[in-house]
């Protein structure tokens, strides 16, 4: 019975988190997290993860200004972690506190400066 149940709930997270495609055709999905890649580096592994559990992820690769979508259950005062792997597969972390139980979406951009990898709130 566990099994099964760790079954339907690692389904269940990867069809509630999705990237754009690599052709560019976004798949725009009703979400409360959703992370752009602004880098022209490709990433991937992208996971959210909490009180070090991963609850969401998505293995597809972005980048270019692609985005991932991600719907989290709600909840105030949300601690995170946003993590993903670099085209070094190197990973990178980066850890919030967000209130998810309003209308709009938290925006989260990924970007590639001065030779460093940055993750922080999209404008």
């Known amino acids: 019975m566990k099994k099964i149940s760790l ?13 754009s495609n690599s ?7 009703a979400s409360n997290l959703i992370i752009t890649n ?6 991937s592994t992208i996971t959210i993860s909490h009180s070090d559990k991963v609850v969401a ?7 270019d200004t692609q985005l991932c979508y991600f719907n989290l259950e709600k909840n105030d ?19 919030f506190k967000d209130d998810f139980t309003g209308e709009n979406p938290i ?7 001065n030779e460093q990898w940055l993750i922080d709130y999209d404008n």
């Open 7 to 19: 079954i339907f709930i690692l389904m269940l997270m990867f069809i509630v988190s999705g990237c």
């Open 23 to 29: 052709d560019n055709n976004v798949k725009h999905q």
């Open 38 to 43: 602004y880098s022209t580096y490709e990433i």
């Open 57 to 63: 992820v998505s293995t597809e690769p972005i980048k």
């Open 77 to 95: 005062e949300y601690e995170y972690n946003i993590s993903f792997v670099d085209n070094n597969n190197e990973e990178h972390s980066q850890e």
């Open 107 to 113: 925006l989260i951009a990924i970007k590639y400066e």
